[in-house]
């Protein structure tokens, strides 16, 4: 069979002499599941070769596999190392204000399901690459490539209160559990529980910690807001706020560099008894809203996940401009959900301004929908939203105008 991908066989052959003895041998002494298809086979050998991506999986996938016992040991000793830059930088991100500044938009939410593992922040690419660097000394891109997406993937689906205990898995593996742990705000949950797949690095380094009373999700000192601009920046605010006002050098580099709880005289990761009490009555911040809000928020949030699919399919043949015209647009309806979903007074203003900017781009095609037939509907429904806010606004204006008289 000739390979699905010729060229990506011949990229990883070169680019990875370890990988080229799988170009040589028949799939079934590579692959079990061929091994297995043969025996169930009509005995027909056949030489199948292993395209270059299932190569790649099945080896990143196994790691240590025996297979090839020179790969084996590079890669063992690769994803020793892997992982434990991968469990550093973590933990780092926890416990060094400036890269919590980053991380902690993944913590802040105060409720844990699936959308939890998709909260994250715009910064933290721009800190992970320090820590991804020095595996480039041991491991190939192309298999850190594909570990770090695994890594990635496995993470998603741990952000969950439906699964209670996986019996015995939860010594080796980051489960549900173990990682409800890591967003608890409760003082037994403080900087614990860091690994991504594997647990056994916080056992083995000390930071492990089993669930126990009821885990109070979010930051120490939530937030409160729903506007996403302000979750982003906030930490870098009050991290450069806070250098100012610290006296002396060493100090104002241990407000970068040591953890977010840190002060002059305390200990590098803050004190304990600082870490407010949590007594399990907590409730997320949830501030009520009339039943049509939430539907308008709804209804709005899909037209923009719309637009956010159609951008990214288009993404390579926009200019510039059209691009960050279109990324704002994507920018200040969140701000705008986040106000509305907030219930302050001014955010029918910014929901006028939304709108009619909405209309005008659309009109001269700087906005586009992935169904072309929506088009219309859009506009029609962008500008009733916006006699609305007007209406709302100005019921506002007479009511208070009322009230003075
Ligand atoms: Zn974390
Ligand atoms: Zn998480």
Redesign the pocket.
Known sequence: MVPRDPEAQVFVTENHPELRQTKLQPAAELLPATRELEQLGSGRRTQQRVPASEALQVTAALGSSSFHPGVSRDHAVGEGFLATCLALRSSSSCEVNILWAAHQV?HSSEDYNLF??LRQSVLQKYTSWIFNLPMALFIPPSVFAVHLQFNLLY?FWI?TEVISNLGPLEWILNTPSH?RV??GRNPYCIDKNYGGTLIIWDRIFGTFEAEDAKVVYGLTHPVNSFDPIMLQLRPLAHIWNTFWATPGFCNKLSVIFKGPGWGPGKPRLGLPEEIPVITGKEVPFNPSLPAYLNCYAVVHFAVILDLYTELLGTVTTLSQGTLLLRIGFIILSLTSFGLLMENRPKAGILEIIRCLVFVGVYKLGYLRSQFSSLGYAYEVLFSLCAAFWGIQIMKRITSSKDKHH
């Open positions: 993944h939890t593992a993470q952000h990682h890591h967003h």
